[in-house]
């Protein structure tokens, strides 16, 4: 374990900003590795972006990067995202 390192549950917040479902629980499926594993579960390294990366292989699924007014998110490594509606 990283220590720059937290779990996707530290970005509740943020994804609450953009998604008007619980993304937490959401279920991401690697590109890389095909691995199925919710949000939450994910490894998440804050820097000048938010990077979410596969706890399986280390793949980078997901980028968030945030100033005052916008949101670019990257949906680098989600082959398919499933969410509870
Ligand atoms: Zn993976």
């Known amino acids: 374990m990283d220590a720059l390192m937290v779990d996707g549950n530290a970005i509740a917040g943020l ?3 953009v998604f008007a479902v619980e993304m937490t629980t959401a279920i991401m499926t690697c590109t890389s590795c095909g691995a199925r594993e919710p949000v939450g ?5 804050r820097g000048a ?14 980028t968030m990067l945030k100033d005052d007014t916008r949101v670019w998110i990257g949906f680098v490594g989600i082959r398919t995202l499933e969410v509870s509606v």
Not at 49 to 62: F, I, P
């Open 41 to 45: 579960a994910a490894h998440v390294f």
């Open 49 to 62: 972006a938010v990077v979410v990366r596969c706890s399986t292989c280390d793949n980078a699924l997901m």
């Open 15 to 17: 994804l609450q900003e």
